[in-house]
Structures are given as structure tokens and as C-alpha cells.
């Protein structure tokens, strides 16, 4: 007999960008968690469910998965998270605040994170409209503030991927979140090593695996 694994994607999209661009950017990580949690309930409700998010996505994952386990006892049965520090981690306390630096150095900054195709860093009219958008997200990450809890807040599996050339990211901080298993991974790369062919098709099937493993669990 062979099992059928069946998986459903979500993808969130945050206002002041596409779709969404007319509406005002979200001030802080609480309220992107309540939307969040408003959009999926019911679903989250109905079935296992994991999280992944990328930086900026990393760390409103696990607030959100936060805010499931205390508010609703809702709790993924996987946590991927990638190119980010824990967010209790003293690594992101020190960090210089990127997003109040002006549009010169800021663009600088950009190109030595990497990732973003110089033709675009060069053209002033794409830069115009996506730099409001990336600020946005640095000031919510830059203001979200999380202490070490006294003991684990989750405890899911978490796996935390990291760019081998990307800046110190406090990864390992991540495995003091759970009480569940924790693993790392790092991948050849910057901050968008995940956009590499190989590194994409690595985290689809190591997640997937990871997936399927858990649905066995429940069955």
C-alpha cells in the first residue's frame, strides 16, 4: 500500500505591496500576526500545519506560531526557519538599524546583502518603488522586541537554514524556543541563497520529507 501525502500552500502577501499596495504598511509584528491568524484559523483548525519564512518571515512565523499555542493551543507541527537570528537572540539587540539609514547607504547596504539584480539597484524608478516596501518590513523586524523565555515556548521541531556567506545570524539561539527536536542547515550562498536552483530544490524536498514524516506520525 502506498500512502498519498496531500499538502497545501499558503503564501502571505502584507499590505503596501502588490495587490495591497494602496493600504498603509503594518507598524508592528502584532498586527501582521493578527491578520495572519484572522486569514487562516479555520484551516489551522482543521489540520496539521507548518510554518516557514524567510528573515523578515522567519521572525513573524514564530510569532505567530507563538500567539497559536498561548491564544488558541494551536501549534505547528514544524517551524522552518531562515537567514534570521532568534529573536530573543542579543545578535539582533546590537544591530545597527538599517532602515533609518538614507537611501544612498541603504542602497549600498543592499548590494553587499546581495541577491538583488543590479539592473534593478541601478534604476531609480524601480528602486522608488520597492525601497518604501523594504524599510517597512526592516522597521517592524528592527522594533520587534522578544526576551528569552524562561523556559520552551513551543515544542514543535525546528529547523533553521542559513546562508554560508551571509552575515552572522545567531541560528543556534533558535533550539531554545522548543522543547521539540532542533536541527540546522547551512547552504552555500548570501542572504538569498535559497534562490539558487540547489538550494531551492534541497529545501523543498528536506521540508516535504519533513512533512510527510509528520503525517505518518498522525496516522
Known amino acids: 500500500n502506498h ?8 503564501s502571505v502577501k502584507l499590505p503596501g505591496r502588490e495587490a495591497r499596495a494602496k493600504e498603509p504598511f503594518a507598524v508592528d509584528i502584532h498586527e501582521i500576526v493578527n491578520e495572519v491568524t484572522q486569514a487562516l484559523l479555520p ?18 512565523s514564530f510569532a505567530t506560531a507563538e500567539y497559536l499555542k498561548r491564544v488558541y ?5 514544524h517551524l522552518f526557519v531562515s537567514g ?7 545578535a539582533r539587540t546590537t544591530s545597527q538599524k538599517t532602515s533609518e539609514l538614507p537611501d544612498k547607504e541603504f ?9 538583488t539584480p543590479p539592473e534593478i539597484l541601478g534604476n531609480p524608478e524601480v528602486v522608488n518603488l520597492f525601497l518604501p516596501v523594504l524599510k517597512a518590513d526592516l522597521r517592524v523586524v528592527e522594533n520587534y522586541s522578544y526576551l528569552k523565555p524562561p523556559s520552551s515556548v513551543l515544542s514543535c521541531a525546528i529547523t533553521a537554514f542559513d546562508g554560508t556567506e551571509d ?3 545567531d541560528i543556534d539561539a533558535w533550539k ?12 552555500p550562498g548570501s542572504h538569498f541563497y535559497l534562490k539558487d536552483p540547489q538550494n531551492e ?7 516535504t520529507k519533513c512533512l510527510e514524516t509528520t503525517e505518518i506520525d498522525y496516522i
Open 3 to 10: 500512502l498519498i501525502f496531500s499538502f497545501t500552500v499558503y
Open 43 to 60: 484551516q489551522l483548525q482543521e489540520k496539521p500545519f507548518a510554518f516557514f519564512g524567510h528573515s523578515f518571515g522567519a521572525l513573524t
Open 73 to 77: 493551543g494551536l501549534e505547528p507541527t
Open 84 to 90: 534570521s537570528s532568534a529573536p530573543h537572540s542579543i
Open 107 to 115: 542602497l549600498e547596504w543592499m548590494t553587499t546583502v546581495g541577491g
Open 167 to 169: 552575515v552572522p545570524h
Open 176 to 187: 531554545e524556543l522548543t522543547s521539540g527536536e532542533f536541527t540546522k542547515q547551512m547552504l
Open 201 to 207: 530544490a534541497h529545501l523543498v524536498k528536506y521540508i
